[in-house]
């Protein structure tokens, strides 16, 4: 049963758009991620968030910015794609900064041309 | 360093067949430990979990890992695998404390043959 919503499914777009992926998670947890999984399917995470402030960035370049509005939701904006941007972004949430397991979205699917 | 290695990139087993995906971390405390699954175009799903005591858990769909802080491994083991289980797992790996970092292996992708 899913309880972490990614929208889009997936997204095509050209070198230089700006695009916006949004997540909501209906477990009231207050802390949530976004990771980045490249083609040979490596995880790395992005960002977290605690509360609505921003506890960890993994140095990811500047065109990201992670945006959120509340503790459910968690978006995430890329400025201007590159080629490189190419992956699947996944979005997770957890039960504070202790909680232990983290719970996934089914993930946003992002081809730049 | 913290590290979590999964030596084995593909693996493939006759449905039936018992299983075991090995799973082998660096970090010097004893860790959080998950092996979670991820289905074709699908997120991750959590199969199981280690936080203390018994070194044997168990988990959804009839997996289970063992937890050797000796051999400083968590593989993952099922009985008997169903074309259904071919999917990628993840074993990973969870600061204790802290900003709830995970550190993921590479993945073993799974492959039940009928």
């Known amino acids: 049963e899913t309880a972490v919503f990614q929208t889009p499914n997936y997204h095509v777009t050209q070198v230089g758009n700006e695009v916006s992926f949004n997540c909501k998670q209906t477990?009231?947890?207050?802390?949530m991620y976004w990771y980045k999984q490249d083609s040979k399917k490596l995880l790395k995470i992005m960002f977290s968030y605690n509360n609505k402030q921003l506890i960890v960035n993994e140095t990811v370049p500047r065109r990201f910015s992670p945006q959120s509005s509340d503790k459910a939701h968690l978006n995430l904006r890329i400025k201007s794609v590159e080629p490189e941007d190419s992956a699947v972004y996944l979005c997770a949430s957890s039960s504070g900064l202790g909680g232990r397991e983290q719970y996934f979205g089914p993930g946003t699917r992002l081809t730049v041309l | 360093a913290q590290s979590v290695t999964q030596p084995d990139a593909r693996v493939t087993v006759s449905e039936g067949a018992s299983l075991q995906l090995r799973c082998k971390y660096s970090y010097s405390g004893t860790p959080y430990l998950f092996w979670y699954v991820q289905y074709p175009r699908q997120g991750l799903q959590l199969l199981l979990k280690?936080?203390?005591?018994?070194?044997v858990v168990q988990g959804v769909n009839g997996f289970e890992a063992e937890f050797s802080k000796s051999n400083s491994s968590f593989h993952l083991r099922k009985a008997s695998v169903h074309w259904s289980d071919s999917a990628v797992y993840f074993c990973v790996l969870r600061y204790q404390g802290g900003s709830a970092k995970l550190i993921f292996g590479e993945g073993t992708k799974l492959t039940v043959s009928s």
């Open positions: 477990l009231g947890h207050d802390t």
């Open positions: 280690y936080y203390s005591g018994d070194p």
